[in-house]
């Protein structure tokens, strides 16, 4: 069955950096429409990247555009999201999701925590 994993969140002041990983598996995820989507406390799922894994083409949201890269590695059936000069709205539970499609996602991960603090 289709699972994803997500790891690589924590704690970190204000213009720092992560590195989110979603460990993929249970699909062909070298042919797949993958994204990263976040959820802040009290609002609702706010898109933030998506990745067509064939391809290589890439999508962002305008508020990570310049900050944030989506990468994958096919043969690690892995998804990456490199986030650099991280703000305190950045703060917010960060979701690795399967699709079809730029714009459909069927299968979710558990989540992992990004928090933006001084």
């Known amino acids: 069955q289709v699972q994803l994993v997500e790891s690589g969140g924590g704690l970190v002041q204000p213009g720092g950096s992560l590195r989110l990983s979603c460990a993929a598996s249970g699909f062909t995820f070298s042919s797949s429409y993958m994204s990263w989507v976040r959820q802040a406390p009290g609002k609702g799922p706010e898109w933030v990247s998506s990745m067509n894994t064939e391809s290589g083409a890439r999508r962002y949201a305008d508020s990570v555009k310049g900050r944030f890269t989506i990468s994958r590695d096919n043969a690690k059936n892995t998804l990456y999201l490199q986030m650099n000069s991280l703000k305190p709205e950045d703060t917010a539970l960060y979701y690795c999701?399967?699709?079809?499609?730029?714009?459909?996602?069927?299968?979710w991960g558990q989540g992992t925590q990004v928090t933006v603090s001084s």
């Open positions: 999701a399967r699709g079809t499609s730029w714009d459909n996602r069927d299968y």
